[in-house]
């Protein structure tokens, strides 16, 4: 074969790849079509199939607010449920830009899926917003000009926690979380922020993601005897962790606190196990504003069930989105207008009002809550206006 003809066939090979997959092209140029196309990449199932829930109820609450259209524009939905499973999550968000060509994909709710979907979304530049999922670098070294997040990143709740503690005389922590990127980062955070203070970490303990099997990890807690336990996990297996914690007989004997996921969704399930846990995050139920108040109310009677701290997120994510697309009159397509839109917006939050950071991730209040009553109420501001550090962040 002629070395011409060969590379011919290779090119032609390479393009087919890139047509597959899609991830070489560096964006994909599609008509403006009459309605909307937003696709939800969310779990449905397993330990964080609730969250996923509550998310799309949250922004499904905001659009129809809006009488359910996007910048005068009709939407068309598209889902799939990523199982917060990493192993497929390039593969579904491919799913959503090659197969069902949406034009926002809203995704999802584990750090290590996200990470798929941010290769997809950097190599096609689709416009992704971050509906939960904390991983640090989505807005710090990989953050992208079409990404932005309405939630937090990992570290942020356990930054505000460290000073809480060692104000309370709690000086000696074990940690415990699930090991993947979304716990190692929330220590990262606590860690910072609890030795700055004069904490020490005693002991740091973990088990796989989605693990439940807490009860030799218990034991050992209990023999190490720490002042304080301090932890990340959420959805199904902190509800499980919870009523263990109680079952262990170390509820009441050493204290246990968290970043806020460990009491969000969960109160219902866990019960009076969970009284007493104090935890720190960007939302708590009881926000005595006439915005939170509404919001509850308004979720509260269209899905008959309680708001948490990832419908409050869903919904942020709408109202965003709602910004973007009614500074572009529905033309996604303007895309300088529409990221500078995202950009500049002020989000009027049940959780307060945040804005976004330049890495584009939220700027917010932490708050300190308690459980009482299978309700998470504030008792103070951990942290005013926190902002990530958006490490190596460097748009364009
Ligand atoms: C994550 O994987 O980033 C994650 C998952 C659930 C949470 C918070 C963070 O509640």
Known sequence: MSSSRRLVLSRSATLIAAASTGLLLPEIVRAQGAKVRIGLMLPYTGT?????VAIENGLRLAIDEQGGKLGGREIEWFKVDDES?????????TKLVQRDKVDVIIGTVHSGVQMGIHKVARDTGVLTLIPNAGVHAATRALCAPNV?????????????????????????AVWITWKYAAGD???????????????????????????????????????????????????GGAAKFIKDYAAAGLKGKIPLYGSGFLTEGVLDAAGPAADGIVTTMHYSDSLDTARNKKFRLDYAKT?????????????????????????VKGDLS???????????????????????????????????????????????????????????????
């Open 48 to 52: 964080f199939a609730q969250l996923g």
């Open 303 to 327: 899905y008959k069930s309680q708001p948490d701290v990832y419908a409050v997120q869903g919904y942020d994510t709408g109202l965003l989105l709602i910004q973007g697309a009614n500074a």
């Open 85 to 93: 499973d990493p192993s497929k999550g390039v593969e579904n968000a």
């Open 148 to 172: 932005f997040r309405t939630s937090f990143t990992n570290s942020q709740p356990t930054l505000a926690l460290g000073k809480v503690l060692v104000d309370k005389g709690l000086k000696k």
């Open 334 to 396: 303007s895309k300088a207008a529409l990221y500078k839109a995202m950009e500049t917006a002020v989000i009027d939050s049940p959780r307060g009002k945040w804005t976004m950071s330049k890495a584009h991730n939220p700027v917010q209040d932490i708050y300190l809550r308690v459980v009482e009553n299978k309700e998470n109420k504030v008792i103070g501001v951990a942290a005013k206006a926190l902002s990530d550090s958006g490490a190596g962040c460097k748009m364009g």
């Open 185 to 235: 980062e929330a220590f990262e955070g606590f860690k910072e922020s609890y030795t700055k203070a004069g904490g020490t970490i005693v002991k740091e303990l973990g088990l796989p993601f989605p693990n439940v099997e807490f009860q030799a990890l218990l034991t050992e807690i209990a023999a190490i005897k720490p002042d304080v336990v301090v932890c990340f996990f959420a959805g």
